[in-house]
């Protein structure tokens, strides 16, 4: 667990795939690969009747064939069973929109990384309480960078990534702020490209958000006390 949260620090970007099917999600993740993305977040999609087994499906499927390549988590996670059916198919980590303390509890028994959603700091700091190893602030762009600095004040102790309308344009700015980690969606996996194969845009559009965050003077998010053990 700490080599994958290491990675997800170190890392800083992780891109949320959502609506992707198993028919197009290795091509996806090879594009987002190629641009220098190397965590994804497959998220449940609690849409569709088989959208469950649709998002294990393609969980699976990336073990299998980028598991040395991509670290994969599973995001929209909302209840412990979604949290067994995911690390079953291969995920490492657990990012959910809320904190729901069985999920959070769930995961580190399972021994995997822990990123529960929250919105104020009173969920902030029960999400941390619970056990999480990062809080998804959400959603992040709403909140603006201002309001992480805020929170960053009296919960400094307290991971943060920001989520949700985080594009090239404010991802420096997020992880100046004091976000250890970025979690991008749309503006990262467009669903048109996808839609009409034409995967360079996702390479395109990841190799651009590599780089903005490459050249941001972040705070390192608890980075260099994870240097010191890997």
Partial sequence: M????WELLSGRLVAIVRGVGPEEIVDTARALAAGGIRALEITFDHTRADGAARTLESIRLLKERMGGELLLGAGTVLTPEEVDLAVEAGAEYMISPDTNPQVVRRTKELGKVSI???FTPTEAVEAHRCGADIVKLFPAALLGVDYLKALRGPLGHIRFSAVGGIDARNAAAFLEAGACCLGVGGTLVSLPAIRSGQYRLL????????RAVSGANASDGGVTRWNAIF
Avoid: Y
């Avoid at 700490?2 to 949260?5: A, P």
């Fill in 203 to 210: 390479t395109d559009a990841a190799r651009g958000l590599c």
């Fill in 2 to 5: 700490e080599k994958v949260l």
């Fill in 116 to 118: 529960p959603g929250a």
